[in-house]
């Protein structure tokens, strides 16, 4: 009888730890690996730091500012082609980067998550290799409140970094959707 119990218990037990398990599951799904990057300014100097990843559904950057800059903006592209750049191939073209994000409230951190069917076009199936280019709007405000520089950052993952050939600032990385 003792054992009979013992059994029951301990399969209860299970059972509320697999309820409980599952409850707290992060709400962006399954994520793989952080990968770390850095921010690098006009100047090419570190301004910062970032992280991205995905889960089943979504494309995630999240950047941090060095600093009193505040990040104002954020345009992301991820695709199977290299981010695309303006006729006179000099600066990308932001307007077909496809996840923008305008911050009311501009903070020296932002987490930008990007759905990958819809803003991204991305589908699960074959080479899951895909070209990724995250950029940031900065602000600087002075003692009053008023904007008294602005600046931008790329995020740059040295192992796969690449460069447009014409162009005079930023850049863009492969990387690899699970």
Not at 16 to 24: L, R, W
Not at 42 to 71: C, H, M, S, Y
């Amino acid at each position: 009888m003792s054992r009979k119990i013992v059994i029951i218990s301990l399969l209860l037990l299970l059972g509320v730890v697999t309820m409980v398990h599952a409850q707290s599951d992060a709400p962006f799904g399954i994520q793989v690996v952080r990968q770390e990057a850095v921010l690098l300014g006009p100047e090419g100097e570190q301004a910062g730091t970032a992280e991205f990843w995905n889960t089943r559904n979504n494309f995630i950057v999240e950047l941090v500012v060095d600093g009193d800059w505040k990040i104002k903006a954020t345009q992301v592209y991820a695709g199977e082609e290299p981010p695309p750049i303006k006729k006179n191939k000099i600066k990308p073209d932001f307007g077909k980067f496809p996840c923008r994000r305008d911050f009311a409230e501009h903070k020296n951190s932002a987490m930008v998550m990007c759905s990958l069917k819809d803003e991204l076009g991305h589908s699960w199936g074959g080479d899951q290799t895909r070209f990724i280019a995250a950029h940031a709007d900065l602000v600087q405000y002075d003692e009053l409140g008023e904007v008294s520089a602005e600046s931008d950052v790329w995020v740059f993952f040295e192992e796969t970094a690449l460069y447009w050939e014409d162009s005079t600032w930023g850049g863009y990385f492969t990387t690899s959707f699970a």
